[in-house]
C-alpha cells in the first residue's frame, strides 16, 4: 500500500513539474515564420531589366565583372563626397559608409571594413589565374570589386576593399536612402523557373 502511495505522489509530483515547464515555454507563434529574413532570398532580375535599370557602365561592371578605369570619374567624385552612405547601385543595400573609407592611392575608392548592415558577400575569384576575393552585394549578387589583406595600411583592419565606383550609389549625411529592390524566396525562383522551363523560355 505504501509504495503505491509512493508511486500516485510521484506521478502528480512529475506531472506538476511538466505542465509548469509547458507555462515557461512560449506559445508558438504563427507569425514567427514571417518575422524571419527569407533564406538565401535574392533580388531576381532578367537580363534585360537589369540593362533597362543601369547605365552601359554599371551593366558592364555589377553584372558582368567589368572594371572601370583607374583614377578615372567616379574616383575623382569619390575624393571629393564627405560624409554618407554608400549602397548598391542595382538593388540599394548598404554597403560602406564614409566611416571606412580611406584614400589608398590605387585609383579605386577604397574602405577597410564594410558597414553595420553587412551586405558584402566575398568569395574565392581564380578567373585572371591567380587567386583574388571578390565582394559582392549580398542580396543581388551585383559584382562589386576585391578586397585585398595585409598590405601595411594603416587601418583598424589592413584589409582594402577596392570597389568600382560605378557600383555604388553615394547619399549625403542626412539623405533619403534609395528604395529597396524586393527579393525573393527560394520557393519562388524555382517556381518562376518552372514556369519559364514550361513556356519553353
Known amino acids: 500500500m505504501k509504495l503505491n502511495t509512493h508511486l500516485i505522489i510521484l506521478g502528480i ?35 534585360e531589366e537589369w540593362r533597362q535599370k543601369l547605365t552601359p557602365e554599371q551593366y558592364a561592371i555589377t553584372r558582368q565583372a567589368a572594371t572601370e578605369r583607374p583614377n ?3 574616383y575623382a567624385e569619390f ?31 577604397s574602405f577597410y571594413d564594410t558597414s553595420k548592415a553587412k551586405n558584402v558577400s566575398e568569395r574565392i575569384d581564380d578567373s585572371t589565374g591567380m587567386r583574388r576575393i571578390e565582394t559582392v552585394c549580398k542580396r543581388c549578387d551585383a559584382h562589386l570589386g576585391h578586397v585585398f589583406e595585409k598590405e601595411g595600411f594603416n587601418t583598424p583592419t589592413d ?43
Open 13 to 47: 509530483t512529475l506531472a506538476g513539474f511538466n505542465l509548469s515547464n509547458a507555462e515557461d515555454k512560449p506559445a508558438a507563434n504563427s507569425n514567427d515564420k514571417k518575422s524571419k529574413p527569407m533564406e538565401n532570398a535574392k533580388v531576381i532580375k532578367t537580363d
Open 72 to 74: 578615372g570619374k567616379a
Open 79 to 109: 575624393n571629393k563626397q564627405g560624409e554618407g552612405t554608400y549602397y548598391c547601385i542595382c538593388c540599394g543595400a548598404e554597403l560602406f559608409t564614409s566611416n571606412e573609407k580611406f584614400h589608398s592611392g590605387c585609383g579605386w575608392p
Open 159 to 201: 584589409r582594402r576593399f577596392c570597389i568600382n565606383g560605378a557600383a555604388l550609389n553615394y547619399v549625403p549625411k542626412g539623405g533619403a536612402a534609395p528604395k529597396l529592390e524586393p527579393v525573393e524566396s527560394l520557393k519562388v525562383q524555382d517556381k518562376k523557373a518552372e514556369v519559364k522551363k514550361a513556356a519553353g523560355e
